[in-house]
DNA sequence: AATTTATTGCAACTTTGTCGCATTAACAAA
DNA sequence: TTTGTTAATGCGACAAAGTTGCAATAAATT
């Protein structure tokens, strides 16, 4: 793991993390920083924090990528989260890491190393309209 | 629900998908096919089969679209396998629908609409070697 | 065979994401 | 504080996956 320097834009965009406690999209934080930093520069920043561990990502029902705050800050303690679900809700967009675990079904022909699970429905906000 | 054509187009995806009972993606298809049809008639083919049921689709660790032979054919009789997980091998990349149920984690909070549940490892040729 | 219209090819376009390279700015050491 | 090192950024060009409008074509029906 290399150095990584702590600049205004790595600032901008942990802060983004830190306010929500919901998962970005990709493109969606590009949109929101358009003015301040290059796109490509949101991307290699995301990159780098997940290498860090400090966020982490995953593929949304849209075929983005989202990123959330991860397993070495916000929910270090809590059981085996490297593997958890996620919600997305197909009304709001809003999208969250589930603090459970998930249960891998039996493929004894097969080694699994990763699991990703992604439940889409509608949130409870969405839900009580 | 329209009607639908089977054109020598269709036919050539579906014997595709016949002959092997494995997903396949998008992009695999549609160089299979280069020479044959048009990019955009092999996308617009498999949005129509899944439609009608006869193909499904789900994201794999690539984030590309992924389709198989769906519900109303090769699967029916078997339980609920309209969730159903996906295991794909980070070697060979080799793609398939895992016959098994899925099981939802409880969360009382969201209604769940859908579930995709994708285990990525080594298939078991790849891990004979 | 004639008619209807679903389907296709084509080309242009959009979106998401990557890459090389010159410039800039963290950060540590002096 | 100044200087030196190099990680990080901006920019523009590019790539890959997928979409769209429209004219031409070919299934299916009569
Ligand atoms: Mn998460
Ligand atoms: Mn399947
Ligand atoms: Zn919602
Ligand atoms: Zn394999």
Request: with cysteine; net charge negative.
């Amino acid at each position: 793991m290399g150095v990584i320097r702590i600049t205004k834009s790595v600032k901008a965009l942990l802060n983004a993390f830190a306010e929500q406690e919901v998962a970005l999209s990709t493109v969606a934080l590009v949109e929101q920083f358009q003015d301040h930093m290059n796109r490509s520069t949101v991307y290699r920043i995301l990159e780098r924090l997940e290498d860090e561990g400090i966020l982490h990502s995953f593929t949304g029902s849209d075929g983005l990528t989202w990123y959330a705050l991860g397993n070495k800050n916000l929910l270090s303690g809590k059981a085996n989260l490297d593997t958890h679900p996620h919600f997305q809700c197909k009304d709001c967009g809003k999208t969250e890491c589930l603090p459970m675990s998930v249960s891998i079904p039996d493929v004894s022909k097969h080694t699994v190393e990763s699991v990703s699970l992604l439940l889409v429905g509608q949130c409870s906000d969405c839900a009580s309209v």
